[in-house]
C-alpha cells in the first residue's frame, strides 16, 4: 500500500485504466477540435479576403469606367475628331469642370502624338512629342489591333514635372472610323489628395491593414501610406504573384514581421493589381474567445475524468468517441456533423459547444458563399443597367442596351420589351432578341389584361409560367409552335404607373428563382424610371418648341392690319409651322359662325373655306361659338357634335378653341387631322394660346378700319368747316359786291373802282383758299411743294378773306425733311388762322429764314416767324389750349423745335418757330 491507495485493487485498476485512455482521448479531442477550428476559420478568413478583394477590383474597374467614358464622350464631339486645334482647345475650355476629375490634366494628341491642346492650358507642353509615352503608344496599338478602346497606362513620369502620373487614353476616331489622335487624361500621384485616392477609399476596404495598387512593372500607384506611392516591389515574391493575372489569398507576413493575410485581385480592363493585406490577430479576434473556451475544456477533460469514470466509464467513452468521429468529419470539410451526449456533465457540455460550432460553420460558410455570389450577381447587373439608362435619352438605344444586358445576367437569349401605349390602350414590342419577325408580329399589339404581358401591365405584379404553351392565360397561339418553354415578367414601373413589361423566355425548362424574379423587376424599375426620365424630357422639350413657335407666329401677325390679309396669314402659318392637315377661322356674323379663311393639305386652291355654320348647333365649332370653351375630339366618329361635310371627308380628329376680346367670343379657330388622337391637352394648351393672340391682332385690326374710317369722316368734316368759314365767306362777299357793283359804277366810277379791286382781292383770295383745300385733300403735295410757296399761298388766303396785307420774306434755301416741312406749314397755317379770326390787325408778315453751318456750329437753322401788329392778348388770361397754342406747341416737340410766343394786350403777337439739324 503507497500513499494510502490500494494499487492492486479492482477499483484502482479501472479508474487508472479508464482514467489513462479517458485523459488521452479527451485531449486528442479537445486538440483536435481546436486545431480543425483553426484551419477552417483560416480556409474561410482567406477565401473571404480573396472573394472581397476580387469585388473591389471589379468596383474599382466600374468607377475607372466613369473616366474612360468621359473621354470617349469628348473624343466623339465633331471639334475633335475634325482635328481642329483652337476648337478641341476651345471644347476642352467648356467642359473643363467635368475634366476636373483628372488632376494631372487632359491632353490632345494629334495623328503622330503632337501635343495640340491641354486644359488646364499648358502653352509649354503644346507642340511636344509625345509620340513615344504610353498614353499615346497603347491607343495607338488597340487602333492598329482593329479593336480602339480606351487603355490605362504604368506609372511614367512627366519630363517636365518629378511628379508620377498615371494615364487614360482614348482613341480620337474620324467618321469614317480612321485614327485622328488620342486624348488622355492624366492623374497625378501625389499622395492622399488625388482622385484616384478617393475612388480607393470609396471602396471600404483594408480598415484594418494596407492597400495598394501596382501596375504591370510593380510600381505603386497607390498606397494606404502614401511615402510608398511610386515605389518599386516587383522583387516582392507576393508582388509576382499578384502580378500573374490571378486573384489569391495567402497567409504570411509583411514588412514589419507581423502575421497578415495578403489578398490579391487584378483590376478588370486594366494592367493593374488591387493588393489588400490585413492583420490575421484583427481578422481572428471574433475566435480568440472559442479558443480559449476550447483549452479550458482541455483542462476539464483532464480532471473530470477521474470523477466520471468513477460513476462509469461507459458512459464517458462512448460520447468522446463519437466527439472524435465527428471532429475528424469537420476538420476534413464537413460541417453538418453533430453528437449527442445525455451524461449531464462536461461531456454533455462539450458535445453541444461542438454542435453550436459546427452549425455556426456550415452556417457561416453556407451564408457567405451565397451572399457573395447573390450579391456579386445583383449589383454587377444593376450596375450595368444604371449605366444604360442613365447615359442617353434615347428610348430605342436605352432599350436595346438594357435588354441586351438583362438577358446576359439572366443567362437568357430570349427576351423582349413591351410599351404601353397609354392612347389606344394597348402594348407594343419596343425591342425583342432571339423572336423571329412572324412571331412578334403574331405577339404585337396586346390589349391590357390580355396574355400574359397584359396581365402584368393590368396588376403591376410580375409572374412566372412554368410551361408557356399548356398555360390557359396564353391568347396568341402563335406563341405554342415557336419552342418557348419557361417565361418570366417584371412590370416596368415609374411613380406608381405601369409604362409596359420586361420579359425573358426560355427554350428549354427552367426553374426561376425568388432571386431571379426580384432580380428582373428592379431592372423593369429602372428602365421605367428611365422611360420616365425620356418621355418628360420630350414632354418639355416639345412644349418648348410649340411656345417658341407661337410666338415667332404672334409677332408675325401682329405686323398685319388688314383683317381679311391677318386670318390667311393665320391659317398659313398654322399650316405650315405645325403641319396641321386643315386649319380654318371662323367669325361670329349674327347667328351664323362664317369662316373668313382656311387652308387643307391637298387642296388645289390657296384659300379653303367651309361652309357657314349656325351658333350652338350642328358642328363642333358652332358649339365652340356659343360656348365659349374649347373642346378636344380624338375621334370625330365619337363625338356627338361633329358634323361631316364632304371636302373634309379624311378627318378623324378634331380641336377647335374660341377666339375671346373684352366683348366676349369673336369667332373660332379649328384644326382638324387625318389620324386618330392627334391632338392632347398640351396641344389645346397651345392653340388656346395662339387663339387669344389672334384674337387680340383681329381686334386691332377692326379698331385700325375703324380708325381710318373715323379719320376720313373727320378730315371731311374739317375740309366742310373750311369751306365754309373761308371760300363760301369769300365767295358770299363777292357776290355781293358783283351785284351792287353796276348801280354803284353809274354813280360813282370812283367808288365802283374801288369795289373793282376788292373783288378782285376776294375772288384771289377765294382761289388761293381752294388751292389750299386741294392741298389739304392731297397730302402729297405739302411734300412735295416748296415751303416758301406753301407760305405765299396761305398768306394770299388770308388777306383774300380779310383785306389786310399779309407779307412773306424768305432768306435762303430750306432743304427739309417731310416731317419737317408738314410741321411748320401747319403751324404757319395755324398762327394765321388766329390772326383773321382773333387778331383785328392791319398787317401780317410771314418770315423765313433758312442758314447753313456756319464757324464752329455744325448744325443747319431754320426759323418760321408770323407777327401782327393786332390787339394780342395777356398770355395768362388764356388758357394754353385755346386759340390753338397747344396744337401749335405738340407740332414743335414732335420735331424737336422750339416755339415761343411774344404778345401783350394792344401790342400785336409774334409767333416764332426754331428748329435745328444736326
Known amino acids: 500500500m503507497l500513499l494510502g491507495i490500494r494499487w492492486g485493487s479492482l477499483r484502482t485498476k479501472i479508474i487508472v485504466w479508464a482514467f489513462v485512455p479517458t485523459a488521452f482521448i479527451l485531449a486528442a479531442v479537445a486538440l483536435v477540435n481546436f486545431f480543425a477550428y483553426q484551419n477552417v476559420t483560416e480556409r474561410l478568413v482567406i477565401e473571404r479576403d480573396r472573394e472581397l478583394t476580387r469585388l473591389a477590383a471589379g468596383q474599382l474597374a466600374s468607377e475607372l469606367t466613369s473616366y474612360s467614358d468621359l473621354l470617349n464622350d469628348l473624343a466623339r464631339k465633331p471639334d475633335f475628331y475634325r482635328g481642329e486645334v483652337a476648337a478641341q482647345q476651345d471644347t476642352l475650355r467648356r467642359t473643363s469642370g467635368r475634366l476636373a476629375v483628372f488632376d494631372g490634366g487632359v491632353i490632345a494628341l494629334d495623328t503622330f502624338g503632337i501635343v495640340m491642346a491641354s486644359e488646364p492650358e499648358q502653352p509649354d507642353i503644346l507642340g511636344q512629342d509625345w509620340s513615344q509615352r504610353p498614353c499615346y503608344r497603347q491607343a495607338l496599338r488597340t487602333q492598329v489591333a482593329g479593336e480602339p478602346h480606351a487603355v490605362f497606362t504604368d506609372v511614367f513620369q512627366r519630363d517636365e514635372t518629378p511628379v508620377h502620373a498615371i494615364c487614360i487614353s482614348v482613341p480620337i476616331l474620324g467618321e469614317q472610323g480612321e485614327f485622328i489622335g488620342v486624348l488622355a487624361g492624366m492623374f497625378a500621384l501625389l499622395g492622399d489628395s488625388t482622385t484616384l485616392t478617393g475612388d480607393i477609399t470609396r471602396l471600404g476596404i483594408g480598415q484594418n491593414g494596407t492597400v495598394y495598387l501596382v501596375d504591370s512593372s510593380g510600381h505603386v500607384l497607390y498606397h494606404s501610406g502614401s511615402v510608398q506611392i511610386g515605389a518599386d516591389l516587383s522583387r516582392e515574391l507576393m508582388i509576382q504573384q499578384a502580378l500573374a493575372g490571378e486573384s489569391g489569398a495567402e497567409r504570411t507576413r509583411d514588412s514589419q514581421q507581423q502575421d497578415v493575410v495578403a489578398s490579391y485581385a487584378p483590376v478588370p480592363g486594366t494592367p493593374w493589381t488591387l493588393v489588400v493585406e490585413e492583420r490575421w490577430a484583427v481578422l481572428t479576434r471574433a475566435s480568440r474567445g472559442y479558443q480559449t473556451s476550447l483549452l479550458l475544456l482541455l483542462g476539464l477533460g483532464l480532471v473530470l475524468p477521474i470523477i466520471v469514470v468513477v460513476l462509469g466509464v461507459r458512459h464517458i467513452t462512448a460520447p468522446v468517441k463519437d466527439l472524435i468521429r465527428a471532429a475528424r468529419d469537420v476538420a476534413g470539410g464537413d460541417f453538418g456533423q453533430t453528437i449527442s451526449a445525455q451524461t449531464g456533465d462536461e461531456i454533455e457540455e462539450l458535445a453541444r459547444q461542438f454542435n453550436v460550432m459546427s452549425s455556426e460553420l456550415r452556417e457561416s460558410y453556407a451564408n457567405l458563399e451565397q451572399h457573395v455570389e447573390d450579391r456579386t450577381r445583383h449589383l454587377a447587373a444593376l450596375n450595368a443597367i444604371a449605366t444604360t439608362v442613365s447615359r442617353s435619352l434615347d428610348i430605342d438605344q436605352v432599350l436595346s442596351e438594357a435588354l441586351d444586358k438583362t438577358l446576359v445576367v439572366m443567362e437568357v437569349e430570349t427576351g423582349g420589351i413591351y410599351l404601353l401605349d397609354e392612347r389606344s390602350g394597348t402594348l407594343r414590342i419596343a425591342s425583342h432578341r432571339g423572336l423571329n419577325p412572324e412571331l412578334v408580329s403574331e405577339i404585337d399589339r396586346l390589349a391590357v389584361g390580355e396574355g400574359f404581358s397584359g396581365r402584368v401591365v393590368q396588376s403591376g405584379e410580375p409572374i412566372v409560367v412554368a410551361d408557356i404553351a399548356s398555360d390557359a392565360r396564353l391568347t396568341r397561339i402563335a406563341v405554342q409552335d415557336a419552342g418557348l418553354h419557361t417565361l418570366v415578367i417584371a412590370p416596368l414601373s415609374a411613380k406608381g404607373r405601369v409604362l409596359g413589361t420586361l420579359f425573358a423566355m426560355t427554350r428549354s425548362p427552367r426553374q426561376f428563382s425568388k432571386q431571379d424574379v426580384q432580380l428582373l423587376t428592379s431592372i423593369g424599375s429602372q428602365i421605367g424610371v428611365a422611360l420616365e426620365n425620356a418621355s418628360l424630357f420630350e414632354h418639355e422639350q416639345r412644349r418648348s418648341e410649340q411656345f417658341g413657335v407661337v410666338g415667332a407666329v404672334s409677332r408675325h401677325i401682329t405686323s398685319f392690319l388688314a383683317i381679311e390679309e391677318l386670318l390667311g396669314e393665320i391659317v398659313h402659318s398654322l399650316m405650315q409651322t405645325f403641319g396641321y392637315y386643315l386649319v380654318s377661322i371662323g367669325l361670329i356674323e349674327g347667328d351664323e359662325l362664317v369662316f373668313k379663311a382656311g387652308a387643307k393639305a391637298g387642296w388645289p386652291g390657296r384659300q379653303f373655306r367651309p361652309m357657314p355654320v349656325r351658333v350652338g348647333e350642328g358642328s363642333?365649332?358652332?358649339?365652340?361659338?356659343?360656348?365659349?370653351?374649347?373642346?378636344?375630339?380624338?375621334?370625330?366618329?365619337?363625338?356627338?357634335?361633329?358634323?361631316?361635310?364632304?371636302?373634309?371627308?379624311?378627318?378623324?380628329?378634331?380641336?377647335?378653341?374660341?377666339?375671346?376680346?373684352?366683348?366676349?367670343?369673336?369667332?373660332?379657330?379649328?384644326?382638324?387631322?387625318?389620324?386618330?388622337?392627334?391632338?392632347?391637352?398640351?396641344?389645346?394648351?397651345?392653340?388656346?394660346?395662339?387663339?387669344?393672340?389672334?384674337?387680340?391682332?383681329?381686334?386691332?385690326?377692326?379698331?385700325?378700319?375703324?380708325?381710318?374710317?373715323?379719320?376720313?369722316?373727320?378730315?371731311?368734316?374739317?375740309?366742310?368747316?373750311?369751306?365754309?368759314?373761308?371760300?363760301?365767306?369769300?365767295?358770299?362777299?363777292?357776290?355781293?359786291?358783283?351785284?351792287?357793283?353796276?348801280?354803284?359804277?353809274?354813280?360813282?366810277?370812283?367808288?365802283?373802282?374801288?369795289?373793282?379791286?376788292?373783288?378782285?382781292?376776294?375772288?384771289?383770295?377765294?382761289?388761293?383758299?381752294?388751292?389750299?383745300?386741294?392741298?389739304?385733300?392731297?397730302?402729297?403735295?405739302?411734300?412735295?411743294?416748296?415751303?416758301?410757296?406753301?407760305?405765299?399761298?396761305?398768306?394770299?388766303?388770308?388777306?383774300?378773306?380779310?383785306?389786310?396785307?399779309?407779307?412773306?420774306?424768305?432768306?435762303?434755301?430750306?432743304?427739309?425733311?417731310?416731317?419737317?416741312q408738314v410741321a411748320l406749314y401747319r403751324i404757319s397755317q395755324e398762327a394765321l388762322n388766329n390772326v383773321v379770326k382773333h387778331a383785328a390787325a392791319s398787317q401780317v408778315s410771314v418770315a423765313l429764314r433758312c442758314a447753313a453751318p456756319t464757324g464752329g456750329s455744325c448744325k443747319s437753322r431754320v426759323e418760321l416767324q408770323v407777327c401782327d401788329n393786332g390787339r394780342g392778348f395777356d398770355p395768362s388770361d388764356v388758357s394754353s389750349k385755346s386759340l390753338g397754342l397747344e396744337i401749335m406747341r405738340e407740332r414743335a416737340e414732335a420735331i424737336g423745335a422750339k416755339l415761343t410766343i411774344d404778345t401783350q394786350a394792344d401790342c400785336g403777337t409774334r409767333v416764332t418757330v426754331v428748329w435745328l439739324e444736326d
Not at 392741298?775 to 405765299?792: T, V
Open 620 to 820: 363642333v365649332t358652332g358649339w365652340v361659338a356659343a360656348s365659349g370653351e374649347p373642346l378636344l375630339a380624338p375621334d370625330v366618329s365619337q363625338e356627338p357634335h361633329f358634323m361631316f361635310w364632304p371636302e373634309a371627308a379624311e378627318t378623324r380628329s378634331e380641336l377647335a378653341v374660341p377666339l375671346k376680346s373684352k366683348s366676349g367670343v369673336i369667332g373660332v379657330l379649328n384644326v382638324e387631322s387625318d389620324q386618330l388622337n392627334a391632338f392632347d391637352e398640351s396641344d389645346k394648351e397651345v392653340l388656346q394660346l395662339l387663339a387669344n393672340q389672334a384674337a387680340i391682332a383681329i381686334e386691332n385690326a377692326r379698331n385700325y378700319e375703324q380708325a381710318q374710317r373715323l379719320a376720313v369722316f373727320e378730315e371731311r368734316a374739317r375740309l366742310a368747316r373750311e369751306l365754309h368759314d373761308a371760300v363760301t365767306q369769300t365767295l358770299f362777299s363777292a357776290t355781293l359786291i358783283a351785284e351792287t357793283l353796276p348801280v354803284v359804277w353809274a354813280s360813282d366810277t370812283q367808288e365802283g373802282q374801288e369795289m373793282l379791286r376788292s373783288l378782285r382781292q376776294l375772288n384771289r383770295g377765294a382761289l388761293a383758299e381752294m388751292r389750299t383745300l386741294l392741298l389739304e385733300l392731297r397730302p402729297g403735295a405739302l411734300i412735295e411743294a416748296n415751303l416758301s410757296d406753301l407760305l405765299r399761298q396761305l398768306a394770299e388766303g388770308a388777306a383774300g378773306r380779310t383785306g389786310i396785307p399779309v407779307t412773306v420774306e424768305v432768306e435762303g434755301q430750306c432743304t427739309l425733311s417731310s416731317e419737317v
